[in-house]
């Protein structure tokens, strides 16, 4: 499974950013895809994630701000993020857990680098 994100970039405190990730090869073994974010000297943070049942979680500091979604069709999960700020700058990674042969595996995508300026 290879992951591959898009629509980093920069953006003003209060504007809107929507990343994309799009996923290939063995999608059956893919679950549910998601976002983290990092940054520098910090852990990973979830961000949003989406089963392939339509489930939807997010992480505490985006809630009501973000949106995740998921286009089946395509193999692709958005990233919808409104009302931005500075503290939302961070590297974002698209994120697939495994299943099937793939069970609890996570794969993730090359980061995308989200900056908010004040």
């Known amino acids: 499974v290879q992951l591959q994100a898009s629509g980093g970039g920069l953006v003003q405190a209060g504007g809107s950013l929507r990343l994309s990730c799009a996923a290939s090869?063995?999608?059956?073994?893919?679950?549910?895809l998601g976002w983290y974010r990092q940054t520098p000297g910090n852990q990973r943070e979830f961000v949003a994630s989406i089963t392939d049942r339509g489930t939807m979680r997010y992480g505490d500091s985006v809630k009501g701000r973000f949106t995740v979604a998921r286009d089946y069709a395509k193999n692709t999960v958005y990233l919808q993020m409104d009302r931005l700020d500075t503290e939302d700058t961070a590297v974002y990674y698209c994120?697939?857990?495994?299943?099937?042969?793939?069970?609890?595996?996570?794969?993730w995508g090359k980061g995308t680098l989200v900056t908010v300026s004040s």
């Open positions: 994120w697939g857990r495994g299943t099937g042969p793939y069970y609890g595996m996570d794969f």
């Open positions: 090869g063995t999608m059956a073994s893919i679950s549910a």
